[in-house]
């Protein structure tokens, strides 16, 4: 069964970094394009960074040049460096994963890991 589990969040002051890593986990053949999703309290969730199968990458205005999406292909494992950190930051951060080919269930599918929270606060 595959599965999406977040670590890294905390809390940071203003101008902090923080680095974000999602394992995929599961008997996994194939995974298309990840990204991270964050949503703050009383908002809906919003794509943060996208990371595409040619490796190419878009991010949300707010964090053009604070953040870094990456990938290691070889652990399934998805990362989000996170620098400058503000305050609107805030937010449970989610994994998402599209077009997961898996050992016992065919075609492909979609995946979200559960958050985690990041706090950006003095």
């Known amino acids: 069964q595959v599965q999406l589990v977040e670590s890294g969040g905390g809390l940071v002051h203003p101008g902090g970094s923080l680095r974000l890593s999602c394992d995929a986990t599961?008997?996994?053949?194939?995974?298309?394009?990840m990204a991270w999703y964050r949503q703050a309290p009383g908002q809906p969730r919003e794509l943060v960074a996208f990371l595409s199968s040619d490796g190419s990458t878009k991010y949300e205005d707010s964090v053009k040049g604070r953040f870094t999406i990456s990938r290691d292909n070889a652990r399934n494992r998805l990362y989000l460096q996170m620098n400058n950190l503000k305050p609107e930051d805030t937010a449970v951060y989610f994994c998402?994963?599209?077009?997961?080919?898996?050992?016992?269930?065919?075609?492909?599918?979609?995946?979200w890991g559960e958050g985690t929270q990041v706090t950006v606060s003095s």
């Open positions: 998402n994963a599209e077009g997961v080919v898996a050992a016992g269930r065919m075609g492909e599918y979609g995946y």
């Open positions: 599961g008997s996994i053949f194939r995974i298309s394009t």
